[in-house]
Antibody, heavy 117, light 107 residues
């Protein structure tokens, strides 16, 4: 069974750094891209970017470029989303998802990130 | 970026009703459109891709149509488990973009 398991909820202060993870199982991790999607409280879905785990090539939405970094470690079938300096506006649920021919076929359970002083 | 305008933002319907949700792209995207269902507190679920292809395991009461700029998701006979929020997404060009969502509520 294809599965993406994300790391647990985080509570951080503005200015702190953070890395959340997404571990794939039940499929060949390097065969499909991983995308990250943000959902702010009570709001819709926003595509942040994607990574090809086979070579770590990335595409970012301009809305997120420069503020987050997407990476992957294929040796442990895990993708990451990281911030070097969090803002209160980063408070959201973050989902990873497998991109099969660009459609988002399987999703992780989500990681809630809360940024508050 | 391609803008996706989804309508309506919400609707009230009864079990058994036929429901239609539309998405309009700001430029032609061929058939590179997907539909997702999201229930409260859960991750989205892929329903339809390539505008009209049903994802494996999705009930046949869901259908999609359209190409170019105008797309439709239809639920032919609304069931209780279909009350949720629905999103469309274009994957024709980067950045991939979503519609604003349509919340389907019980009348």
């Amino acid at each position: 069974e294809v599965q993406l398991v994300q790391s647990g909820a985080e509570v951080k202060k503005p200015g702190e750094s953070l890395r959340i993870s997404c571990k794939g199982s039940g499929y060949s991790f390097t065969s499909y891209w991983i995308s990250w999607v943000r959902q702010m409280p009570g709001k819709g879905l926003e595509w942040m970017g994607r990574i090809d785990p086979s070579d770590s090539y990335t595409n970012y939405s301009p809305s997120f470029q420069g503020h987050v970094t997407i990476s992957a470690d294929k040796s442990i079938s895990t993708a990451y989303l990281q911030w070097s300096s969090l803002k209160a506006s980063d408070t959201a649920m973050y989902y990873c998802a497998i991109s099969v021919a660009a459609r988002l076929t399987s999703w992780g359970q989500g990681t809630l990130v809360t940024v508050s002083s | 970026a391609i803008r996706i305008t989804q309508s309506p933002s919400s609707l009230s319907a009864s079990t058994g009703d036929r429901v239609t949700i539309t998405c309009r792209a700001s430029q032609g995207i061929s058939s590179y459109l997907a539909w997702y269902q999201q229930k409260p507190g859960k991750a989205p679920k892929l329903l339809i891709y390539a505008a009209s292809t049903l994802q494996s395991g999705v009930p046949s009461r869901f259908s999609g149509s359209g190409s170019g700029t105008d797309f439709t998701l239809t639920i032919s006979c609304l069931q209780s488990e279909d009350f949720a929020t629905y999103y469309c997404q274009q994957y024709y060009s980067y950045p991939w973009t979503f519609g604003q969502g349509t919340k389907v509520e019980i009348k």
